[in-house]
C-alpha cells in the first residue's frame, strides 16, 4: 500500500548495511554495538520531532545524559578517536528511522511482504558493488557463515517487523541492549577484542538514559 516508503526503507536498508560494514574494518565489534545503544534516545528525539509527540523536562534530559553517553565512546579530538566511528553514528541515525518506518508500515502492511521488499532492494542496490569486490570463498565454512548471516539477518527483521504490529518504536528500541552481551563475548572469542574502558562507560551511560527512557514509555502507558 505503500511503495515508495517500501522502496525508501529498502534504500536505507542498503545504507546501514554498507555504512556498518565499513566501519567494522577499523572498529571493535563492541564499539559498533555501543554506538547502535544511541538508538532509542534517538527515536525518543525524533518520536517529538516527527510525530509531535511532548516529552517532558526529564525526557529531555535522558536524551541529554544519553548523548553525553555517545561522546564518552566517540570520544572526539582524542587519540582514542577514529573516524570510523562516525559512519556507526550515521547508522544509528538512519537506523533510528528505519525503525520509525518499520513502525509506520506495520500498522497496514504484511511483514513478509515489508521484510522482502527491503531485501530485494538492498539486494539490487548492493549487487553491482558485491560483483566488483567480489573474492571467491576458499572453503565450505565461509560459504556456511556468510548463508547463517544471511538467513539469521532475515528471520531477524520479520520478527522485527512483526513486533511493530504490537508495541512502539520506543518500547522496541532498548532490546537492542542485549546486542552488547553477544557482540562483546563474540569479539573478544573471535577476534580477541576487548573494548576499553571509554567505551564501556559511554554504554553504560546510554544504556541507562534509554531505559530510563523505556520505564517513562511504560508509566505513560499505565504500566509498571
Request: glycine share 8%.
Amino acid at each position: 500500500r505503500h511503495p515508495r516508503l517500501q522502496l525508501l526503507r529498502g534504500l536505507m536498508l542498503a545504507a546501514m548495511t554498507g555504512l556498518n560494514f565499513w566501519a567494522l574494518q577499523y572498529l571493535q565489534l563492541a564499539e559498533t554495538g555501543a554506538m547502535q545503544f544511541s538508538v532509542p534516545v534517538l527515536i525518543a528525539l525524533l518520536s517529538a520531532w516527527w510525530l509531535g509527540e511532548r516529552l517532558d523536562a526529564k525526557r529531555w534530559l535522558a536524551i541529554a545524559v544519553g548523548f553525553a553517553g555517545v561522546l564518552v565512546i566517540i570520544r572526539p579530538g582524542s587519540q582514542g578517536f577514529h573516524p570510523a566511528i562516525l559512519l556507526s553514528a550515521l547508522n544509528a541515525i538512519l537506523y533510528a528511522l528505519f525503525n520509525m518506518m518499520t513502525r509506520y508500515l506495520a500498522s497496514s502492511e504484511n511483514p513478509a511482504t515489508t521484510q522482502l521488499t527491503s531485501a530485494v532492494v538492498a539486494t539490487l542496490v548492493l549487487t553491482p558493488v558485491a560483483l566488483w569486490q567480489w573474492q571467491q570463498p576458499a572453503t565450505l565454512l565461509e560459504w556456511s557463515v556468510m548463508a547463517l548471516a544471511g538467513l539469521c539477518g532475515g528471520i531477524g527483521h520479520y520478527f522485527v517487523a512483526v513486533a511493530h504490529r504490537y508495541a512502539s518504536a520506543a518500547v522496541l528500541g532498548p532490546f537492542l541492549y542485549q546486542q552488547i552481551l553477544y557482540m562483546t563475548v563474540l569479539g573478544w572469542l573471535v577476534f580477541g577484542q576487548v573494548p576499553d574502558v571509554a567505551v564501556v562507560l559511554g554504554a553504560v551511560v546510554v544504556v541507562g538514559s534509554g531505559l530510563y527512557l523505556l520505564w517513562r514509555e511504560f508509566q505513560g502507558q499505565g504500566l509498571q
